[in-house]
């Protein structure tokens, strides 16, 4: 696998950054996944724009210009030849200081890699059991808005969920609210109604979830911001996730009680699915 580095396409065993790098001491980055469709990043400018409202939340300087880091992405496509997987982008702050100033760290760094991601198509991975993670999430955290590079929270959390033989970890606030998912944003519907948490829950702003909003409209289907506590979940008349790796998901249980299915989810995931054949069509493309 070649691998961009700081502007270099190197093999992977060559790729390694520093110990003193400040996204490995301190979770001090960003990064982005996002899926590679028949060559094209789908959504790139949605993803690079979240990227660049996160430096500027960061203060990092991201060190190549927007077209630059599309010719680098096609580029990377292009050499790889991988048309469908996943594209992460990391961006760290670099090297600087010892501790936590961010003093001398004028130098980021940015790599993007690509990996294998199953068929959209395929049903699989299209139905995970939940569980409700024991963790909590700050309710009204900005940083919780952008996807930096310290996931400790999901990361204990979907651990916790494996050990259940879930799927996915449902992730609760400090308002014993429903915020998010590990990976992923959440969803459910009422009387032909789509809800999501609101940003200001603890979710993250994803790429996705703001899609699964556009679809609300082109299907003729209001998809309102709301706050539910999870014990609420399974009174829905169906549950559902939103991730740039997966696309839909439908929830089939949350604790072990099930959950109610919805057609209307079968409806999200066919008009994603042509969303992307649609915009891979007028996107940019490395071939």
């Not at 939340?57 to 880091?69: A, D, H, R, T, V």
């Not at 009387?191 to 996705?208: E, K, Q, S, Y």
Request: with cysteine; proline share 6%.
């Amino acid at each position: 696998m070649i691998v961009f580095l700081n502007g270099e396409f190197v093999p992977e065993e060559r790729a390694v950054v520093s110990v003193f790098d400040r996204s490995f001491l301190y979770g001090d980055g960003l990064f982005e996944t996002m899926r590679i469709c028949e060559g094209v990043p789908f959504r790139w400018a949605q993803h690079l724009a979240r990227l660049q409202r996160g430096a500027e939340f960061l203060k990092i300087q991201i060190p190549f210009s927007p077209m630059e880091l599309q010719e680098h992405a096609s580029s990377l496509i292009r050499q790889n030849a991988m048309r469908n997987g996943i594209l992460r982008l990391t961006l760290s702050r670099g090297i600087g200081q010892r501790g936590y100033t961010t003093r001398g760290a004028d130098s980021p760094t940015l790599v993007m890699t690509l990996h294998p991601a199953p068929n959209l198509s395929s049903a699989s991975w299209q139905r995970w059991k939940l569980i409700t993670s024991s963790l909590r999430v700050a309710a009204r955290d900005p940083i919780a808005n952008f996807k930096t590079c310290n996931k400790l929270a999901p990361i204990l959390a979907r651990a916790e969920a494996e050990a259940a033989g879930a799927d996915e970890a449902l992730l609760v606030n400090t308002d014993g609210l429903v915020a998010e998912g590990a990976s992923s944003n959440v969803f459910w519907i009422q009387a032909g109604v789509v809800f999501t948490p609101p940003l200001a829950a603890g979710a993250l702003a994803g790429v996705t979830r703001a899609l699964v909003i556009e679809l609300g409209e082109s299907l003729g289907v209001s998809v309102r911001e709301q706050t539910i506590p999870p014990v609420e979940l399974p009174d829905a008349d169906g549950v559902f996730l939103s991730l740039s790796s997966l696309a839909i998901v439908e929830a089939i249980s949350l604790d072990g009680q099930p959950l109610r299915s919805s057609p209307l989810v079968q409806q999200f995931q066919a008009t994603y699915r042509s969303v992307i054949e649609r915009e891979i069509k007028t996107a940019f493309d490395p071939a």
